[in-house]
C-alpha cells in the first residue's frame, strides 16, 4: 500500500489546530470589526469580547439611538450598520457606494467619531449614540458646515456630499482651528468622483471661521 507522505509542519503550528474554518466564519458576524476614520487613518472599533458569546445565525433583538431615537429591531448579526439604516429604518442619507470602507460615502458618526457605517456591525453599535446626516439640521436649520458646502460649491453630483459633510462636522469638532493642508490629510478618508477637493477644503476653513477659527476669514 501507498503511504502518503505527511506535509511539513510551519514554524511554531501544532499539528492540528482547535480552531476549525467552521468555528471561525460561525464567530465572524460577532467579531469582526468596524471600521473608525482617524483622518486618512483606519482604526478598529472595539468587537465585543469573548465574554460575549456566539449569537445567531438568525436574527437576534438590536436596539439602536439613531439622532436621538430608540429603534429596536430584530437582525442577523451579520447585518451592517449602513443596511439597518438604510434598509430597516429609512434612513437614506448615508449612501452605499463601494461597500468596502474605501470611499467614505457611508460616513455617519458614533458617539461624535467618524465610522464607515458598511463596515460597523449594526450588532456592534448598540450602546452607542449614531448620529447621520439628518440628524445634523435641527428644525430644518443648516449647520455652518450645510451653509460652507453651499457657499463654496463643495458639492455636483451630491452622492458623496453627506458623507463629507459628516466627516468635516466630526473633524471641526477636534480641529476649531485648521489649515488646508491639515484639512486635506484628515480627509483622505473620503472620495469625491466630481473632484470638488478644493470647495470642500475652503468651505472647511469658512466653516471653522463661522464657529471661531481663525483660519475661516477668507
Do not use: W
Amino acid at each position: 500500500m501507498s503511504r502518503k507522505k505527511d506535509r511539513p509542519q510551519k514554524a511554531g503550528s501544532s499539528e492540528k489546530s482547535s480552531l476549525t474554518r467552521r468555528d471561525f466564519l460561525k464567530g465572524a458576524g460577532v467579531t469582526v470589526s468596524g471600521s473608525m476614520l482617524v483622518g486618512s487613518t483606519i482604526a478598529s472599533a472595539a468587537s465585543p469580547g469573548p465574554e460575549a458569546g456566539f449569537v445567531g445565525p438568525g436574527p437576534v433583538p438590536v436596539t439602536l439611538r439613531v439622532n436621538g431615537k430608540v429603534h429596536k429591531l430584530n437582525l442577523e448579526p451579520r447585518v451592517t450598520l449602513l443596511d439597518a439604516l438604510r434598509d430597516r429604518l429609512n434612513i437614506t442619507g448615508s449612501k452605499k457606494v463601494c461597500d468596502r470602507a474605501t470611499c467614505g460615502a457611508c460616513t455617519v458618526m458614533m458617539d461624535r467619531k467618524p465610522v464607515y457605517a458598511c463596515t460597523v456591525l449594526a450588532i456592534e453599535a448598540e450602546g452607542h449614540n449614531i448620529t447621520t446626516i439628518e440628524g445634523l439640521a435641527a428644525d430644518g436649520k443648516l449647520t455652518p458646515v450645510m451653509e460652507a458646502f453651499v457657499k463654496h460649491d463643495a458639492q455636483q453630483c451630491g452622492f458623496c456630499t453627506p458623507g463629507f459633510v459628516m466627516a468635516c462636522t466630526a473633524y471641526l469638532e477636534r480641529d476649531h482651528n485648521p489649515t488646508e493642508e491639515e484639512i486635506s490629510k484628515n480627509l483622505g478618508g473620503n472620495i469625491c468622483r466630481c473632484g470638488t477637493y478644493r470647495g470642500v477644503r475652503h468651505a472647511v476653513l469658512e466653516a471653522a471661521g463661522m464657529k471661531g477659527g481663525a483660519n475661516g476669514n477668507m
